[in-house]
């Protein structure tokens, strides 16, 4: 007999483990073109270049190895299936779908410019291989996080019996989810023209690899904006008969943080690209760039700092 | 979060006897005992670096000397010229928070950065040290000038971006090892089980690649980003003080 709860269940996992696959698949295909095609420029740096693709392939598996991780816990035959748990589990399905189907296309970028960046300088692989490595991991950050929450939630989902605490479950996938969205595109297109850059010119990399460290973590501050307020709201305790306004509130914080992050973090990631951009092409510059692209990323970060505000007082003031 | 922090954590209340019971005032007993064993380490290896430190051709003097000589390029590229007062400070809080994260690879200890007490501490001591740096340069006018700017209107938006800063550092930090930490956590409980589960784990090296990602690699990246950002930081609180604007 097939009743709502086990099919939205059921739904959830399937969703997520569909969805991340998808990614990784499209991850893995563009990764491999991109190493078949440097191969064919550059036939006699074949090992350099698949040592390369194969340490890329890894590590673009790791948002579908996290969501089985997730599966296998919701399948156990510990888990007790009702609507409310249901309902809570669907947070996951935000949370780790969403993320991992971008993650995966994404992270396969600094891969794609890195083999093309051998396959231009094949004496200069291993500090190639180490930015893309760099790069690739730093990527990998909102799926970490999106796991962090997904576990959370599949814990206290199993104790969940109310309508007011599974919404309040599913509102905090739902956050990290949307949130991770427009960060995830600029840490693409950042870890893209990074890799890019190294090949085009190799005496900037001195130059290139602090400025990734500091562009990367600065890219992604709008989802660590968006996981503070996703751990806000799974820590607050609602009673069973909570006022439906409270419910509409924390909704409504959750879709604020998701939105407020997507164009800052898309926006940031160009910036920093650019800048990236023109370090290799003029790495004497490097002090001068860097600081001008570090006010103009704050200068957008603090549009997803006012998400950020209107989201807690949304919670506070519920 | 509670089911996380409930069950793992011990809390001590050093003011019982006084009959004060105060949530925030409690005290938790394993994170303190791991900060004392990452600071006693540290101190340990101060001692083993000194003693060798003074012979001729030893490895660990040129490891030093390679280690501090990376950090004195990145200062002065970063900075503009080299300046001894932040240079030691980042040093300081990149191999404290390095051996934070790297504390979890001796048995029984968890890394102290895993809960956001610590990483708030650290990031709230790179912020101060930033916002002295300012006063210092611009006077305590210029510094209260510079939330106005470019008009009056952007006060609160200016303050918001200020205290943000504090927001994203604590909680990349905690997030990354928190995270690394759970992962590798379950991937250990899933092995717990059966012997035959841990002896392949062992032979087939996935143990090692687990530990080397999460916590060697994950946990120097971290470190070096919270020491990046605070450069960073202090090169645009120093850079106000001397050229006014960006051009």
């Given at each position: 007999m097939i009743t709502q709860e086990f099919l939205l269940h059921y739904g959830n996992i399937g969703f997520i483990v569909g969805t991340t696959s998808l990614g990784a698949g499209i991850g893995a295909g563009l990764a491999s073109y991109s190493a078949v095609k440097a191969i064919s420029r550059a036939p006699s740096s074949q090992q350099d270049i698949s040592k390369a693709l194969f340490i890329g392939l890894a590590l673009i598996e790791t948002a579908a190895i996290l969501t089985l991780?997730?599966?296998?816990?919701?399948?156990?035959?510990?888990?007790?299936?009702?609507?409310?748990?249901?309902?809570?589990?669907?947070?996951?399905?935000?949370?780790l779908g969403f993320t991992g189907l971008l993650i995966g296309i994404l992270s396969a970028f600094p891969v794609q410019q890195a083999v093309y960046a051998i396959a231009r300088q094949p004496f200069f692989s291993t500090h190639i291989l180490n930015l893309m490595l760099l790069t690739q991991s730093i990527i990998q950050t909102p799926v970490?996080?999106?796991?962090?929450?997904?576990?959370?939630?599949?814990?206290?989902?199993?104790?969940?019996?109310?309508?007011?605490?599974?919404?309040?479950?599913?509102?905090?996938?739902?956050?990290?989810?949307?949130?991770?969205?427009?960060?995830?595109?600029?840490?693409?297109?950042?870890?893209?023209?990074?890799?890019?850059?190294?090949?085009?010119?190799?005496?900037?990399?001195?130059?290139i690899l602090p400025f990734t460290f500091i562009s990367q973590a600065i890219i992604e501050t709008p989802i660590i904006f968006s996981l503070l307020i996703s751990l806000v709201i799974i820590s607050l305790p609602l009673a069973p008969t909570e006022n439906p306004a409270t419910l509409i509130a924390l909704v409504a914080a959750a879709v604020c943080m998701g939105f407020g992050t997507l164009g800052p973090g898309i926006a940031s990631g160009k910036t920093a690209a650019q800048a990236c951009k023109t370090i290799a092409e003029h790495p004497e510059h490097y002090s001068l760039i860097s600081k001008a692209s570090m006010l103009g990323q704050g200068l957008i970060d603090s549009s997803a700092g006012y998400a950020l505000l209107i989201a807690l007082l949304l919670i506070i003031f519920r | 979060m509670e089911s996380f922090e409930t069950s793992s954590a011990h809390y001590w209340n050093?003011?019982?006897?006084?009959?004060?019971?105060?949530?925030?005032?409690?005290?938790?007993?394993?994170?303190?005992?791991?900060?004392?064993?990452?600071?006693?380490?540290?101190?340990?290896?101060?001692?083993?670096?000194?003693?060798?430190?003074?012979?001729?051709?030893?490895?660990?003097?040129?490891?030093?000397i390679a280690f501090l000589e990376a950090f004195m390029d990145l200062t002065q590229q970063t900075l503009g010229s080299f300046s001894y007062y932040p240079f030691s400070v980042v040093v300081c809080l990149f191999t404290f928070i390095l051996m934070c994260n790297w504390i979890s690879l001796i048995p029984y200890v968890e890394e102290p950065t895993k809960y956001l007490n610590t990483t708030l501490a650290l990031a709230i001591v790179a912020f101060f040290?930033?916002?002295?740096?300012?006063?210092?340069?611009?006077?305590?006018?210029?510094?209260?000038?510079?939330?106005?700017?470019?008009?009056?209107?952007?006060?609160?938006?200016?303050?918001?971006?200020?205290?943000?800063?504090?927001?994203?550092?604590?909680?990349?930090?905690?997030?990354?090892?928190?995270?690394?930490?759970?992962?590798?956590?379950?991937?250990?409980?899933?092995?717990?089980?059966?012997?035959?589960?841990?002896?392949?784990?062992?032979?087939?090296?996935?143990?090692?690649?687990?530990?080397?990602?999460?916590?060697?690699?994950?946990?120097?990246?971290?470190a070096f980003v919270f020491a990046m950002l605070t450069l960073t930081y202090l090169a645009i609180a120093m850079q106000t003080s001397h050229e006014g604007m960006v051009d």
């Open positions: 991780v997730v599966a296998l816990l919701l399948l156990s035959p510990q888990v007790h299936v009702i609507m409310e748990g249901s309902i809570a589990r669907a947070g996951i399905a935000c949370a970490i996080f999106a796991f962090l929450i997904s576990l959370i939630i599949s814990f206290q989902a199993s104790s969940v019996t109310n309508m007011p605490n599974a919404l309040r479950l599913l509102c905090s996938g739902l956050c990290i989810g949307l949130g991770s969205l427009g960060p995830s595109i600029g840490l693409g297109l950042f870890a893209q023209q990074a890799c890019k850059g190294l090949g085009f010119n190799r005496l900037s990399y001195n130059n | 050093p003011f019982s006897y006084w009959g004060i019971d105060n949530p925030y005032l409690l005290i938790n007993k394993e994170l303190l005992i791991n900060t004392w064993i990452t600071m006693g380490v540290l101190i340990a290896l101060v001692f083993i670096v000194r003693f060798f430190f003074y012979r001729k051709n030893s490895l660990v003097r040129f490891m030093l040290y930033k916002e002295y740096i300012t006063i210092k340069n611009v006077g305590i006018g210029g510094y209260l000038k510079e939330f106005l700017q470019p008009f009056f209107i952007m006060l609160p938006i200016n303050i918001i971006g200020h205290f943000s800063k504090i927001v994203s550092m604590s909680f990349r930090l905690f997030g990354n090892i928190f995270g690394g930490a759970i992962i590798t956590s379950i991937y250990m409980g899933a092995l717990a089980g059966s012997i035959a589960l841990e002896t392949l784990g062992l032979i087939s090296g996935l143990n090692i690649v687990i530990t080397s990602f999460f916590v060697i690699f994950e946990g120097f990246i971290q």
